[in-house]
């Protein structure tokens, strides 16, 4: 959609679909505080952060504390009702936000036993994402904020996928992370909670959108046990019984000196091969190839080759550069992509070779959730860090639908020529 186009339905969507917000009612509020009263007695009190999100197709919250335990969350997702657009229609999920993020918010606080009394601040992912799906959960989240009286912590959706891991794991800063999803495919230096770097971004498809296009090509909707499977898990679940050398996709940029991203060319590869076995075979209507497993197999290869060494590349360039200290070497995977198996298996081969500790979150906490904004919310709040006290702040923050997580270094990584000796191999 283009940018002019984009905007118009922003304004007017906004417009119309958020004074329909309604709010915490009052009792809810007071029947959770006089519970807390009680409970606070006997128990130290601990730090909380309730977090939400809307930048794409799922809605959102949770609360966590300092300890990052999971106090409630809930998600709703509209996966189920795009795949029958064949993709992400913003103004559906526009509405579909508006409509469900009173009840998504109301429930995970009702399931943390916290009122929104308690709380300590409310976090919310402001960029990057689709404007008419981060419009509805900024203005909820702000409006929440200074209707409770309680600081705001806007969130870069990125940034919350990284530090997830560090809810559950000690993993410390400095680390290199992969982030991987239906928007994007980034190899960042976390240095600390607000020094990050690019090292390797994606010119076109990120490898989610890549997966996903890929599935809907080969109809793999029309098979019983994918029908309601995302693209993704679709191509991870067919590949597992498929060849993956029995069609040939060419490595994106391997020969390169950066570690850039590019995965259209292998989406081109695998509509060409449909189009050419779908004539040779006469398969026509919402028929499968009878190829579908191997072509799965075969793609899922080619994405994760391309994942894998430049990848490599960026351990390269990290160890010259000496960026990470080479006792504690670490890699953190995230994204919806990182849930793939195959690939993490991939990455694990490439982290035994270069010495690096490999550390990736558990699926559910992969893709989008509200959980991890929470946390995001509570590292910062921790660090005392990004959060905004004052009326006018909130009232002033936007949204953004693109925003770099950190300084691009691309220009360096090609500066200082990387070769790599011997590549990892996997099966
Ligand atoms: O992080 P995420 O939930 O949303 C974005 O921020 O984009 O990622 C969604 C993407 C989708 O493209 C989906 O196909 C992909 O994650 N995905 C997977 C798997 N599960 C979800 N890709 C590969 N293998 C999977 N098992
Ligand atoms: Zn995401």
Redesign the pocket.
């Known amino acids: 959609m283009k940018e002019s186009v984009m905007a118009a339905y922003v304004g007017n969507f906004c417009k119309f679909t958020l004074p329909r917000i309604k709010f915490l009612s009052r009792v809810d509020t007071y029947c959770h505080y006089a519970k807390s009263i009680t409970s606070a007695v006997s128990q130290p009190r601990k730090q909380l952060v309730l977090g939400i999100e809307t ?4 809605t959102g919250a949770a609360v966590v504390n300092e300890d990052g335990e999971i106090l409630g969350e809930e998600l709703q997702s509209q996966h189920k009702i795009h795949l029958l657009h064949g993709g992400i229609i913003p103004p559906i999920a526009n509405r579909l936000h508006a409509e469900r993020i009173v009840n998504v918010v109301n429930t995970a606080l009702e399931r943390s036993g916290v009122s929104l009394n308690e709380l300590d601040a409310i976090a919310t992912t402001v960029k990057p ?1 689709l404007p008419l799906s981060l419009c509805v959960g900024v203005q909820y989240g702000k409006k929440l904020a200074l209707s409770a009286n309680k600081p705001f912590i806007p969130v870069h ?2 940034e919350a ?1 990284a530090l997830t891991i560090r809810m559950i794991e000690k993993v410390e800063f400095p680390f290199l992370v992969l982030l ?5 495919s980034l190899l960042v230096l976390a240095r600390t909670l607000d020094d990050w770097s690019i090292i390797g971004k994606c010119i076109d498809d ?7 296009k890929g ?1 809907r090509r080969l109809k793999l909707r029309n098979i019983p046990e994918c029908s309601s ?9 067919l590949a597992r019984e498929g060849n993956p050398r029995a069609f040939e996709f060419p490595t994106p940029m391997w020969r390169y000196r950066d570690c850039t991203f590019s995965f259209s060319g292998l989406k081109y590869t695998l509509k060409r091969t449909i189009e050419k076995l779908e004539k040779e075979y006469e398969i026509d209507g919402g028929r499968i190839l009878p190829q579908v497993k191997d072509l799965c197999a075969s793609y ?1 290869y080619g994405i994760t080759k391309h994942l894998v060494r430049q990848t490599q590349k960026a351990m390269v360039y990290i160890e010259t550069r000496n960026l990470l200290p080479k006792e504690n070497f670490t890699l953190v995977v ?10 993490r298996e991939a990455l694990s081969l490439l982290c035994t070779k270069m010495g690096y500790k490999l550390f990736y979150p558990p ?1 559910k906490l ?4 509200g959980i991890m904004i929470a946390w995001n919310g509570m590292e910062r709040w921790k660090a005392k860090s990004g959060i905004l006290y004052n009326k006018d702040d909130i009232e002033a923050v936007g949204f953004q639908s693109k925003c770099p997580i950190g300084e691009d270094l691309t220009e360096d990584v090609r500066t200082l020529g990387i070769k790599i000796k011997s590549w990892v191999k996997f099966r």
Request: glycine share 18%; proline share 4%.
């Open positions: 930048s794409c197709d799922d994402g959706h990125m996928h991987i999803s239906g928007g994007h990120a490898p989610g959108e890549a997966l996903d599935a499977m995302c693209g993704g898990q679709a191509i991870e679940y899922q995230s994204g919806g992509v990182a849930c793939n198996q195959y690939i699926p992969c893709t989008d959730n």
